[in-house]
């Protein structure tokens, strides 16, 4: 049995690790081990209300900052694992300090992905990942003020929409021909564009930024289509990579983030990965799947600290995430990658919809828009990979529990 | 004031497995009928405040709030499952005759 508990990255994934071993009676040391300076928070809020300056910071905790003490949890925050040594079981710290481990969880989260632009390093563009990140657009968010967005993923789109709804003039841009395109496909990005319109925000798609121009602070956007678009500040969100620097040399396979298999451990014997980080075999749809969503930091994070005390349970969790964005509430659950039909419950012009991906016959993935009933009650039908009446499924007055119940 | 026992909702208008909100006295609270019993709590979310009523989902005894995931327990008020961290308020509710009875 595992004696020394390391964790490395103090994110929400970590946190979760380290609360669920202490809740569940582990023994030993646990150790928590994090660069950002502070106690573990949740993300979600940053692009949302937190950003738009609707609720403090102490509400994005994972737990208070006294938790950790007084759960037996030690804590070395501004801390940075600079290498993992796998065989000889420690991780090392950037002032080379050694900390040994029996076992080992790897949620280092992703960075930033970054693009090098003509003009990228002029003040006043931004990325988002971190509070500090947030803190800084938040100075920048002034009602008038014109602001540019670079990318229409969810932390694009959400972005955009804050900003939007605190006064501020947004144009968005993306390469795609939607928000969202590349996991929800032209139809449901559409309906994403439309909102994205109808309160305000300019969208432009299928063109890309060439250059940011400006002398210290960046005053335009420049794209390959020849528009300029003049601003005071921009937000680039064009994804994330796994962070992986400390792992050279470590021995433990990387493909897309750490390789770990469904019991979330690595090709190393006691070292597992989890989060944002963790290209994790998927039971279910028996494939890896590499998530960057809350959920899953939480319960992939709960899921590794209870195989590294020895229990064998597969996480097959059917992955979920939501965007709220304006008052409109998008949910989406399963996984997919690309889809043979995609069959939807009311209209996709209509403000409401269940929009399910299907492929043969089964549904793999679906996204809600406002119907929060109806994606978690699809989940079950998801995950149970059974073949499915797409009448039924398309029917609104059929209630998507009974499509799973039957036998 | 002090708390006491409101008529509130004839318990014919609660459907079995369902659950509605009314206003007691100023307070917007949800009312559900798990196989004939009856539980009453703060009709907002303590997460980002959607109607339990419109939103919940129930399974047994937790209501999942379907805008964000956050699970509760109705009849302490629990939270089960976040991202929701504060419990949820629950009143105490009595039948009488035909009508229930929500203590606030």
């Not at chain 1, 964790?7 to 950002?36: F, K, M, P, W, Y």
């Not at chain 1, 940053?46 to 905790?61: I, M, N, Q, T, W």
């Not at chain 1, 121009?213 to 994330?240: K, N, P, S, Y």
Request: net charge negative; proline share 3%.
């Amino acid at each position: 049995m595992a004696r020394r508990f390391v964790i490395v990255g103090a994110s929400l994934t970590g946190a979760t690790a380290a609360i669920t071993l202490r809740e569940e009676g582990a023994d030993g040391t646990v150790t928590l081990i994090g660069a950002e300076h502070g106690p573990p928070y949740e993300r979600p809020p940053l692009s949302k209300a937190y950003l738009r300056g609707e609720v403090p910071f102490d509400k994005a905790l994972v737990r208070p900052a006294a938790f950790y003490a007084e759960h037996g949890i030690e804590t070395m925050f501004g801390t940075r694992v600079t290498r993992i040594d796998s065989s000889a079981r420690f991780v090392e710290l950037e002032d080379h300090r050694r900390v040994e481990f029996d076992a080992l969880l790897i949620a280092t989260g992703g960075r930033n992905r970054r693009v090098s632009i003509p003009g990228g390093d002029l003040e006043g563009i931004y990325g988002l990942r971190t509070v500090q990140d947030a803190d800084r657009i938040r100075e920048e968010m002034v009602t008038g003020r014109r602001a540019v967005v670079v990318g229409m993923g969810f932390i694009g789109s959400e972005v955009a929409a804050s900003l939007q709804q605190k006064g501020l003039n947004v144009v968005a841009i993306d390469p795609a021909k939607t928000p969202l395109f590349r996991v929800l496909g032209e139809a449901v990005g559409q309906t994403i564009a439309d909102l994205h319109r109808a309160h305000g925000v300019r969208t432009i798609f299928e063109d890309t930024v060439a250059a940011f121009e400006g002398t210290r602070r960046v005053h335009a956007v420049v794209t390959r289509g020849g528009l300029r678009l003049e601003c005071d500040f921009v937000v680039v969100g064009i994804g994330i990579e796994p962070a992986l620097d400390m792992l050279d040399g470590s021995g433990i396979v990387l493909d897309n983030g750490v390789v770990v298999d469904e019991y979330c451990e690595t090709n190393v014997s006691g070292v597992y990965a989890a989060g944002d980080v963790a290209n994790h075999y998927h039971p279910i749809f028996n494939r890896r799947i590499r998530v960057e969503h809350w959920q899953n930091a939480i319960k992939q994070g709960a899921a590794a600290a209870r195989n590294m005390r020895g229990k064998r349970i597969a996480y097959d969790e059917i992955h979920w995430f939501w965007s709220d964005q304006y008052d409109a509430n998008l949910q989406y659950a399963g996984f997919h990658t690309k889809w043979e039909q995609l069959v939807v419950r009311g209209r996709l012009d209509s403000g409401s919809y269940l929009a399910c991906y299907v492929n043969d016959g089964r549904v793999d993935a679906a996204v809600g828009l406002n119907r929060g009933k109806d994606v978690r009650r699809v989940m079950p039908l998801i995950k149970s990979r059974r073949a499915v009446d797409l009448e039924l499924l398309r029917d609104e007055s059929v209630d998507l529990r009974s499509l799973h119940a039957s036998p | 004031m002090a708390s006491e026992f409101v008529t509130a909702i004839k318990t014919s208008e609660i459907p079995a497995g369902g659950i509605t909100a009314i206003d007691v006295r100023g307070t917007r609270v949800a009312v559900a009928n798990i196989g004939g019993t009856y539980y009453a709590f703060d009709d907002a979310c303590t997460h980002e405040q959607c109607s339990l009523a419109e939103e919940g989902e129930l399974a047994g005894t937790t209501v999942t709030c379907t805008c964000h995931g956050s699970e509760f327990d109705v009849r302490t008020g629990k939270v089960l499952a976040s991202p929701a961290t504060l419990p949820l308020k629950v009143y105490p509710v009595q039948v009488a005759g035909d009508s229930l009875q929500i203590e606030v």
